[in-house]
T-cell receptor, first 111, second 116 residues
Framework: QKEVEQDPGPLSVPEGAIVSLNCTYS??????FMWYRQYSRKGPELLMY????GNKEDGRFTAQVDKSSKYISLFIRDSQPSDSATYLC???????????FGAGTRLTVKP | GAVVSQHPSRVICKSGTSVKIECRSL??????MFWYRQFPKQSLMLMAT?????????EQGVEKDKFLINHASLTLSTLTVTSAHPEDSSFYIC????????????FGDGTRLSIL
C-alpha cells in the first residue's frame, strides 16, 4: 500500500462546476498537508497549505483535512478552463521537510 | 515571495555529455534543496536531498556518482548528470525549503533533459 493514494483521473468537468479532489494516506505521523498545481511542463505551484485537521479557504479553493479518516480534499468552486492542470497532494510529518506526494489528478475544465 | 529559479529549462545533447542544472532560491535562504525526477504522467520521484555545506542524501536506487549534487550556498544547488545516456532523459525539478517554521517546499519550473 502506498503512503499516499490519489486517483490519477483524468477528470473532466464543464466550466463553472465544483471540483472535488481527494487523497488518502496511511501514515498517522503526517501533520502538514499541501496541494500543488502543476501545469504541463512546469514545476508544481503551491496552492494550499494546512496544518493538522480542519478547513482552509482561499478564494475559489477550499482545503479540508480529516486526520481521523486520513483523508484530505481540495474543492474548486466555479471552475475555469485555466484550472486545467494536474493537482498533486503532498504531506509531511513534523518538520515539513520530508514530503510524500500523491500520483496527481489530471483535471480538464471544458469551456 | 518564495521564488525558485531553475536553469536551463530545456537541454538537448548527445549521449556521453555531462549536463549541469542550477537551482536558485531568489528571495529566501534555502537550508535544504531537493531534486526530483518526473516521468510523463507520473508524480515526482525524490532523487536526493541536499543541505547547504554538506553531502547530499540520495534515495535508494539513485546513483550518486551519476547524479552529482552540490549545495555550496544557501541560495544555490546544482545537479550534474554525468555522462548522460538516453535513459536519463526526463523532467528534473528542484525545490527549496527555508527551514523550521518556513512555508513548504517551493519548486522551480523544471528542466527537460533529452539525450540523443
Amino acid at each position: 500500500q502506498k503512503e499516499v493514494e490519489q486517483d490519477p483521473g483524468p477528470l473532466s468537468v464543464p466550466e463553472g462546476a465544483i471540483v472535488s479532489l481527494n487523497c488518502t494516506y496511511s501514515n498517522s505521523a503526517f501533520q502538514y498537508f499541501m496541494w500543488y498545481r502543476q501545469y504541463s511542463r512546469k514545476g508544481p505551484e503551491l496552492l494550499m497549505y494546512t496544518y493538522s485537521s480542519g478547513n482552509k479557504e482561499d478564494g475559489r479553493f477550499t482545503a479540508q483535512v480529516d486526520k481521523s479518516s486520513k483523508y484530505i480534499s481540495l474543492f474548486i468552486r466555479d471552475s475555469q478552463p485555466s484550472d486545467s492542470a494536474t493537482y498533486l497532494c503532498a504531506m509531511s510529518p513534523y518538520n515539513n521537510n520530508d514530503m510524500r506526494f500523491g500520483a496527481g489528478t489530471r483535471l480538464t475544465v471544458k469551456p | 515571495g518564495a521564488v525558485v529559479s531553475q536553469h536551463p529549462s530545456r537541454v538537448i545533447c548527445k549521449s556521453g555529455t555531462s549536463v549541469k542544472i542550477e537551482c536558485r532560491s531568489l528571495d529566501f535562504q534555502a537550508t535544504t534543496m531537493f531534486w526530483y525526477r518526473q516521468f510523463p504522467k507520473q508524480s515526482l520521484m525524490l532523487m536526493a536531498t541536499s543541505n547547504e555545506g554538506s553531502k547530499a542524501t540520495y534515495e535508494q536506487g539513485v546513483e550518486k556518482d551519476k547524479f552529482l549534487i552540490n549545495h555550496a550556498s544557501l541560495t544555490l544547488s546544482t545537479l550534474t548528470v554525468t555522462s548522460a545516456h538516453p535513459e536519463d532523459s526526463s523532467f528534473y525539478i528542484c525545490s527549496a525549503y527555508g527551514g523550521q517554521g518556513a512555508q513548504p517546499q517551493h519548486f522551480g519550473d523544471g528542466t527537460r533533459l533529452s539525450i540523443l
